[in-house]
């Protein structure tokens, strides 16, 4: 049943109607219920049993099962047949070339066939299809001898330089998929990798050097690692130039249809990263960006990518002292379900962060509630970061409300579960702020003494803020807030502009 409704889920509107239509057409019998079932798991959360129920008035029936099977093969037959639609006009065209060709070669219609070729040779290289690309060649090289019009030994030195182009893109795969792996390692177990280390390493040992020769795919790859090293490592402002750099050979490449996917990744990576280098005016003309993308095509990465516009969208608002809005905007998605749940939750503790800076405590608390999952769940979902963030904030909640037990049991539970880690990952100064935290909630008072304002200097101290990721600074901000006396939103921008 999960995995049914998980399906139906992913579904527009427009697409469940089409979806129903199919169904109908399909349908030699009135009495068949897979309509009914369908609406039923659209629009209703009801368990097995319930629908069980309401479709054929018993609990448990062998007629149910056999009916959610074949609504399962339906939603897949429909999926597929609408990618080749959507997705794959293309691919398909160019197969129906290479076949048509073969078939004339069959029949010995030689420059009939290698006319057929050239035109699927020409879209393949278009859209950076070397797979297929190789096919071509392999067919026009196969039959040379037959037409010595074809140009044997140029189509052999085709051959082999589309077959470094699939190589390049393989290697670069395979790279992304460890780098990734390695990723799921730091982010979701905890382990300690010297990621950098690790990045520099692959690319040599699978020589891979960043030049035009690169396809879209592989452009993307690489900002992707990029991106994920800065991650890691919280030094965003270690890769701005080399993002921007390989955007501007991406947009000397001819854009395709079929590359319009990884155009919105690579655009929002740009946008992220500046963001988080608090180049907010600039990270907002890439949002604009990615949201033209976004409506082309029908608007098909419309929803896989409007949790993740949104989140840019209202962090660079709220940085850029407009607060209410992005508010707003955020809490227009942090109530609906998306199949993209990291982000989701992204969103929920973005707009916990948004109110507990604006002094809305009530708020604050009222979302805070709702992640009711434990710590375990949370890392697997959202990753370890995700949860020392929460875990932080919400322990600046209890502080801030006064809620002494909460506080105090939660705060002996961060420290045995992720001080050991905090430290090798070399970020002692989470541990370090929250021990601040904890003597301003003892000893109020103390705070604004020139001592502990020195202390909290030195320990806090960075080359530049502008380096300094802006989650840090935020959290810097709220103690600082206090030592001060300041409003904690004001000076969190105030920081921030250092």
């Known amino acids: 049943m999960i995995a049914l ?5 992913t579904l527009t509107i427009e697409e469940q109607q089409k979806f129903v239509n199919y169904l109908q057409q399909k349908n030699k019998r009135k ?23 309401q479709l054929y008035k018993v609990e448990n029936c062998n007629a149910y099962h056999a009916l959610r099977k074949r609504l399962f093969q339906s939603l897949i037959d429909f999926t597929a047949n609408k990618n080749l ?25 030689y420059e009939i066939a290698y006319k057929v070729l050239d035109k699927a040779e020409r879209l393949a290289d278009e859209h950076l299809m070397f797979p297929i690309l190789n096919e071509i060649y392999h067919t026009k090289i196969q039959y040379a001898s037959n037409y010595p019009k074809a140009g044997l030994d140029d189509l052999i030195v085709k051959q082999k330089e589309n077959q470094k182009k699939h190589q390049l893109e393989d290697e670069l795969n395979i790279v992304y998929a460890k780098l990734k792996s390695m990723l799921n390692d730091v982010t979701y177990e905890g ?55 390989s955007y501007d050979i991406l947009k000397q490449k001819k854009e395709t249809d079929k590359q319009l996917f990884y155009q919105i990744e690579i655009v929002y990576i740009i946008a992220n990263t500046l963001f988080r280098n608090k180049k907010f005016e600039a990270s907002t003309r890439y949002i604009d960006e990615m949201e033209q993308l976004m409506q082309l095509k029908k608007r098909a990465y419309y929803k896989p990518f409007i949790l993740k516009k949104t989140l840019v969208k209202a962090l660079n608002l709220n940085y850029s002292n407009e607060q209410d809005d992005a508010i707003t905007l955020i809490e227009s998605f942090t109530n609906k379900k998306h199949e993209d749940t990291e982000t989701l939750l992204d969103l929920q503790l973005t707009c916990f962060m948004f109110y507990f800076q604006k002094g809305d405590f009530t708020k604050a608390k009222s979302i805070s509630s709702k992640f009711y999952h434990t710590d375990r769940w949370y890392k697997e979902k959202a990753g370890i970061d995700w949860v020392i963030k929460k875990n932080v904030a919400e322990l600046l909640l209890y502080i801030e409300l006064q809620e ?18 905090l430290k090798q990952i070399g970020q002692p100064r989470i541990l370090t702020f929250i021990k601040f935290a904890e003597q301003y909630y003892i000893k109020p008072e103390s705070i604004g003494t020139p001592e502990f304002l020195n202390k909290l200097e030195l320990t806090f101290e960075w080359t530049t803020i502008n380096k300094e990721d802006i989650f840090i600074i935020s959290f810097y901000a709220w103690l600082k807030s206090k030592a001060e006396k300041e409003n904690i939103f004001q000076l969190t921008l105030r920081l921030i502009k250092m």
């Open 5 to 9: 409704k998980s399906i139906i889920d």
């Open 31 to 53: 009495d068949t219920k897979n309509i009914q079932l369908f609406k039923v798991l659209a629009y209703s959360n009801d368990d097995s049993k319930n629908i069980c129920v």
């Open 85 to 109: 639609e959507d997705e794959s006009s293309i691919d398909i065209q160019v197969i129906k070339y290479i076949l048509a060709s073969r078939t004339f070669l069959l029949q010995k219609k």
């Open 191 to 245: 382990t300690v990798i010297d990621f950098e280390l690790e990045l520099e390493h692959l690319l040599k040992v699978h020589n891979i050097e960043i030049n035009t020769s690169l396809s879209f795919k592989s452009l993307y790859q690489i900002l992707a690692i990029a991106n994920i090293s800065a991650l890691v490592t919280k030094k965003y402002y270690s890769i701005e130039s080399f993002v921007m750099k």
């Open 404 to 421: 002494d037990d909460l506080f105090y049991s939660r705060l002996k539970s961060f420290r045995r579960r992720y001080s050991s880690y």
